[in-house]
Structure formats: structure tokens, C-alpha cells
């Protein structure tokens, strides 16, 4: 039987990981400059953190595994009890006990409540882990998946809105990715919104209505406003609200005016005034995106109350590659009550796609090795040894073929495995102590020394 | 009800994380020095690629993941049947298709069969993951832990042993590790032994027996292998072979004479003298550590069949920190025979406790964060928002404390947070263009301008 592994899953291959360890590692040098800490919790969570917190549909999607050592006599009633709940659609610790986390969210939450006392607030924390989740897999949608968030819990002020949003920048500035955009709304402003239409209640279907803009139009939107309850008076002030324009400031005012009896949208309306202020203060000119206003981004489902804030690029066809927002209360689904957090997430899986697509993976990233000896010339070898262990002390990767074989294989492996360089000592070479040196780019060969050597490959990058 | 993490499992802190992040980059930078490529592999397998891979007490320790939808009717009728077998003790992919990966030597056996046609060999990979045991926890043993695997696979040179000791040494000199050893043996000289004593059937318990000396002593080991079936005549034999001792050479020549009649413990003697002597042109004299020759080296269950080695520190109690051999035919498993392999693995974990009990960590480690300004002052807000962003420019890490709070909170909050310095500025510095810079450790205050403390920031390490 050939080997496989299970749908929804990938092997990362060792160029694939160096490109991946780029984009991580850029976040995370990015992530660090703010201030943020690393932190990484288990890949297993007991099953009754995670249950409930991500809707019916989540629920489902949760990866449980079997508790070890239902065949023992002592366990074995208990798990014919959680089996048959587990037919009814329904979960059993006596069956299953633990639960591959989901989101990043959640185990930053538990972590957050388990060590209140010692933490100091307000508490940034940063974290890159794989998660979890038993959806159907297809193009870019993976049961195994990497996560890449930055949250602040502790804080109100929105200097941490202000400082999120220079991160997304920063960090797709770093990797130069083009045609990056970043958005921001308020939760404040569309709960504005549903006041002004006296569908308050209707919160939530307006914002899921409205978050389907991009995809499905006006007319899509107003069809599945209608559906949700929205009266079709109302659908010509959803419509001026979708329709506001302009720079900043007069998107500010222009909303202002038209929400002018909602007290949450004009609270939400200052607090995009005050977070963009911040954010001109913080930011850097160099950077080759900016902040925009955009009234209809909406995020969906996720439980954000403030400022939400969504990035997209137009270089590629592609949703948003990042996303986030305030919650308050995040902590409270776990007994601790009024700590207000802001947090944003990179969809690195997507990164990935678009910096692939637009070639954007520096060059350097294909190997870490700078050259490989061939291994043609027994009475060479104590030479090319002594090279290669003179060459990894000043830091530079070296590799010497470990076997004897024709040298058109050694040259073959050598240009798959991608080195810029490889070096050849014969007896004429050994000699004169010398190494016959092949630009495996460019094709050329010259005759060097090992201190020249070691400055070719050092120049190299 | 109180929030936990199942049994086993660990949440990583700030610090904790940083600092496993500084013993995992130390021995990412000495694999790819060697030429060793990044390899991940996903999280699940197929039950069936790990199924009969670890034997029978492995085979219950595995993590399996309960398929999902069983509640579904189509599904319903052969969960029963699984779940009948799993009462069994046995499994069924009708009701756990995948499993957690339990180590990462099958993974990476699995990943060279599938895509052994796209690999250049020899195919060296180092891969840095979490494996899954379903163990019962105890102190130093976690049912998540990280593995930290070098191999190379289609070589049978022995410079790759070579090189791997090397690894060895390289990573625990850079994170200054005192009193390690590195041993080796032959499983060949064993099978040699084993032999010699008429008794090559019991091979594998002369090899457990001797694994044990260490915690049993000579006197434990002779009773285990009479119990193991070994006549009571050739214990004197085993004794001479366990009291081998001198220099490597001298070492390598008694085992010569004493098991003289045995001609794969001769080809074990040979590759140790080779190896050796390639270590001895591959390594760096500057080392803190030295590669021995340990006959009484056994390495346990492992299917070792050529050299193998481990790595102790007499620094502090503790087993082996690392550990490794050459084996034949591990892809054989998945049906491509005849590749050989060698590899090592670093003890994450247990390298991590040696590093702590003797203060090893660099004391940078605590924070990346180099200054946090105190938010007293409402109008110096501009003026500190400009600085921080001017740090961040230049890469070090600023904060600007986000909230109103009384300066002994935030001065508590910098102190908990390990940061070096705080910088104030009030009223007078405001008008000054100056901040005052408080150093954290010595307590001492010094007035500078932006400039100077860029300066004293980008030389504190």
C-alpha cells in the first residue's frame, strides 16, 4: 500500500519551510518591536474549553481524540455511554476528553483567566501555531492550518488600535508585498446603523449582509437585507450609508451627520477619528500602504465591539490576508469579567500564496548551503575535509559529497539541491592547493585559494 | 469552573518560549551549517502509517482523533462495528482514521517514500516538531514534546556520522554546555559480542541488558542476562567486553583480540576507526567536549544496526540529552528498500532543564523590549509617541505604556515586564526636548536627548 496523508493536510518541504520561517519570522520581528511576547499553549485543550465557544457549525468542525485505554474493563461502560451520545450528534469526556485547538483565540483566553495573578497587564502576546478544524478541504483551505495573532488584553486605549495597525504595515512593508490596503470600521458605527433603522436587533444580519458587499453586490445586499428582516424603507438609508466617500476626515463628518441620532455611532465616529490621530503619529512615511476608512467592511461573525480592521491586497486576486478587531469581554467565557482586548491576525497560508504568485521570496531563501565539494579524488579528500570544516567555522555552509559516484550525478545533485557554488579539487587542484570553483549560475569557473574562497562565498548571499 | 490544560500538556510563558526558541535556533543554525534541510511534516497521520511502527506499547500510546460526523447516518452502522473493535483493543478506521504523530522518524520515513522521485540523495532533513504519548505524565515527561530529528538518508559513507557528532559538539560548545560526552559504540561490535557468547539469537537482550549498567550496575546486568537466557559460562566473557578501557585506539584493539573470531564485530571496530577518523578532520579543536568510545553503549529497543551514539553532561543528573545511530532499510517500511540512514536527536526538553539548573540562558532572553515610557503626562504624549516610533525606526523595541494609571503601577508593570529602562517624560523634559532615562537593574537616572538614547539603548544588549 502507498503511503498517503489524510486530506486537508501537507508536507512542507524544505524550501516551502524556508519561505514560511521568512513570512514567521518577519511577523515575529515586527511583532517583538511593539512590544508583544511569545507565547504558545498546548496543541491539545481539555474538550470543555473549546466547546461552545465557536457557534453549532464550530463545534462540529472540532477535531476530538479518543480517550487511551477504553478497552480496559474499568473504562469500558462509561465509553458505551459517551459512544451513544456521540451518535446523538452530542460530545462525551467519557469518550473523548481532548480537543485540538481550533483558534488561538480561545487557549489565549483560558491562558489569559489560569494566570491572572501573575501577568502583568496590560499583557501583550503574540502567537504563530498550527490549529485545527474538520472542514471540508479545497483550494487554500487546509485541516491544518497556521494562525499568526497579536492581542493586548488590559488596555482601552487605542494607541493598541493604532499600533496593530502600523504592524500590518510594517510587516507588509518588510515583504513587499504591493497594492496592501488597510481598512478600518467600528463596530460602534454599524450598530449605529441598525439603531437608525430601528432594527437594532437586527445587528448581526445587517453586519453579515453587509460583509458580503465584495462578493455579491448592492442588489445581493439589499436582497439579503430584505431577507433578514430590514424593512425596504430603510434600505435607501443602508444605501447612503454604504455610498459615504471621500478622504478621512469627510468620510467622518458625512457619517456624523447621517448618524446623528445614534449615540454608539458617534462614539464609534470619535474613536476612529482618535485611533487614525495615533496612528499619523506612529506611523512611519516610508511605509508603501496606508490606512483607509471603509464603512462597509463588517468581519463577518466574529464578536469584535470597536474598531475592526481588515487587509487586502489588489496586486492579487485573494480575500483579505488579515483581519481583526476589539472585543470586549473575551475573558469573561472563562469567569473573568471586563478586560477589554484588541488583536489582529495574519493569514499566513495566504501570504504565502500571494508573496508565491507575485515572486516576491528573496532569492537567498533557496538554500542555506554555499557550496558542495565533489567527491571525485580520494587523495583530495583530507584537503576538501580540512576546507569544509575551515569554511563552517567562519559560518558558512559547506557540504562535501559524502559518496563515491560519477561525477555527472554529484554535478545533477548539486543543481537540484539548488547551491550556488561547487567546488572541485583533482590531483592538479590538490597540488597547488587550490579549488577549482563553479558558479552554478552563471556557469563560470575560476581557480581560488581557500581565503578567496571563503570571500566568494561570503559575498554571496 | 476553573479553566485547565489536559494533563501532560504545557502552556510555553513569555520567557519560557523565547528561551526554547534560543536552544532551537542554536541547533537550527548548526544543522543547516552541515547542509541539513528543514522537512515539517503534518501534525496527523494516517492511522495506518503509524499503526505497528513502535511496537505494542507504542501502539497504545498513540493520540488517535475520533472521525467526525459519526452521528450522521451514513456513518452510524460501521462506527458501531469500530468502536466494538476498539473495546477490543483494537482500531478501525471506521472510527479513527488519523492519529497524532508519535515521533518523527516514521513521518520522515513516510515523506522519503512518497517523494522519492523528486528527492536529490542523499537527502539530508532536520525537522523541529511536537510528537503526541499518551504516557503517563510525570516529572520531565509530557505528553506533548518536541522532538528535534537530524537525518540523512541514501548515504552509507560514514563521513555522515562524522558530521553528526560534530553536530553534536558544534550545538552544545555555542550554548555553553559544560561536561558533555559524547559516546559511541557499534551495534555491530554488539552483534559481535553476542556472537561470541553463542548467543546471536539474543542479540536484543544482551543489548537491553547492557543498556542498563548504567542504572543497575554490573551485578544488575549479570542477573538480567541469566534471566534473559545468556549461560552463565560466558558472563565472564561479557564482563571483559564491559571493562574495555584506554584510549580510543587502544580501546578499538582489545575489542579486536577479544572478539577476534567475530567478522562483523571486525567491520564495527573498522567503522569506528574510520569515523573517528574523520571526526578527527571535521572537528573544531575548540570545542568543549570530546567524542569516547563506549562499549557499553547500547541504545535500547532502537533499530540501530551500524554506529550509534549519545550525549551526556556529568554537569548535572540527568539521562541523555541526545541520541542517535545508523540504521538500514527504514524506508523499507513503506516498501523502497535499501536505503540506509543515520540520524540524531536532540532533547529538547531535557537540554532546557540542564540550561536552567545552571543558568545558561543569555540574560537578553527576558525581553525584547529595551524601554517603556511612562504615560503621566498627558501633553507629552506627541513628543513620546515621536520618539517611540524614531526607536522603532532604527529597530529597538519601545513602548509607550497605553493607559492613564499611577506612576508606581506602571513602574511595578516595567519592573515585571524584565525591561532595562523606563524613560519618563514630564512637564520640564517636555520643554527640554529630553527624556529622563531610568536604568532598570543598577537604579541610576541620567537626563538625554533622543539621540543619546538611541545610543544607550542600542548598546545595551
Known amino acids: 500500500m502507498k503511503p498517503s496523508i489524510p486530506q486537508g493536510t501537507r508536507d512542507f518541504s524544505p524550501e516551502v519551510v524556508r519561505r514560511r520561517q521568512y513570512i514567521l519570522n518577519t511577523i515575529r520581528a515586527i511583532f517583538e518591536l511593539y512590544g508583544y511576547q511569545p507565547l504558545e499553549t498546548p496543541s491539545m485543550e481539555n474538550l470543555t474549553t473549546l466547546m461552545g465557544k465557536y457557534g453549532e457549525e464550530g463545534d462540529r468542525l472540532i477535531f476530538k481524540i479518543i480517550n487511551n485505554g477504553l478497552n480496559d474493563p474499568k ?54 501555531q498550527p490549529v485545527w478544524r474538520a472542514d471540508r478541504p479545497q483550494k487554500g483551505r487546509y485541516r491544518e492550518f497556521w494562525q499568526c495573532d497579536a492581542d493586548v488584553v488590559g488596555s482601552d486605549s487605542l494607541i493598541n488600535e493604532s499600533e496593530l495597525l502600523c504592524i500590518y504595515q510594517g510587516a507588509f512593508h518588510k515583504m513587499s508585498v504591493p497594492g496592501i490596503e488597510v481598512k478600518i470600521n467600528s463596530r460602534k458605527v454599524l450598530a449605529g446603523l441598525a439603531e437608525c433603522c430601528g432594527a437594532s436587533g437586527l445587528l448581526t444580519d445587517i453586519t453579515v449582509a ?5 462578493k455579491i453586490g448592492m442588489d445581493g445586499v439589499q436582497k439579503e437585507l430584505l431577507q433578514r428582516g430590514i424593512t425596504e424603507d ?20 458625512q457619517m456624523s451627520q447621517l448618524l446623528a441620532s445614534s449615540e454608539i455611532a458617534q462614539t464609534g465616529i470619535q474613536e476612529l477619528r482618535t485611533t487614525l490621530a495615533y496612528h499619523n503619529q506612529l506611523a512611519d512615511k516610508n511605509w508603501n500602504s496606508n490606512v483607509v476608512i471603509d464603512f462597509t467592511l463588517a468581519r463577518g461573525l466574529n464578536y469584535y465591539t470597536g474598531i475592526i480592521a481588515e487587509v487586502t491586497t489588489n496586486a492579487v486576486k485573494m480575500g483579505s490576508i488579515g483581519g481583526g478587531g476589539r472585543y470586549d469581554d473575551l475573558t469573561g467565557l472563562f469567569g473573568l469579567k471586563g478586560l477589554s482586548g484588541v488583536g489582529i491576525s495574519f493569514g ?9 504568485e507575485l515572486n516576491l521570496f528573496p ?4 538554500s542555506s548551503t554555499k557550496i558542495i565539494f565533489v567527491n571525485i579524488e580520494p587523495a583530495a579528500e583530507t584537503a576538501i575535509l580540512g576546507y569544509v570544516n575551515e569554511l563552517r567555522k567562519s559560518g558558512i555552509a559547506a557540504e562535501y559529497y559524502p559518496d563515491k559516484a560519477k561525477f555527472d550525478k554529484q554535478m545533477k545533485y548539486a543543481d537540484k539541491r539548488n547551491v550556488p557554488f561547487v567546488g572541485i ?4 587542484e590538490m597540488k597547488d592547493n587550490v579549488i577549482k570553483l563553479k558558479n552554478m549560475i552563471s556557469g563560470e569557473q575560476e581557480t581560488v585559494n581557500l581565503m578567496q574562497l571563503a570571500n566568494v562565498l561570503a559575498d554571496s548571499i
Chains 1, 2 share one sequence.
Open 363 to 366: 532569492e537567498q531563501l533557496s
Open 425 to 428: 579539487v583533482g590531483e592538479s
Open 75 to 128: 473504562n469500558q461502560e462509561k465509553a458505551k455511554i459517551g459512544f451513544e451520545k456521540v451518535l446523538e450528534g452530542k460530545n462525551s469526556p467519557d469518550l473523548t476528553e481532548r480537543a485540538l485547538r481550533y483558534d488561538l483565540t480561545i487557549p489565549f483566553a483560558r491562558y489569559v483567566v489560569m494566570h491572572q495573578n501573575d501577568l502583568a497587564f496590560p499583557f501583550r502576546r503574540y502567537q504563530m
Open 348 to 356: 499566513v497560508d495566504r501570504i504565502y500564496d500571494v508573496m508565491e
Open 234 to 253: 430603510k434600505l435607501n438609508f443602508i444605501n447612503n450609508y454604504l455610498n459615504i466617500t471621500g478622504d478621512a476626515e469627510s468620510q467622518l463628518i
Open 210 to 214: 453587509i460583509d458580503k458587499l465584495d
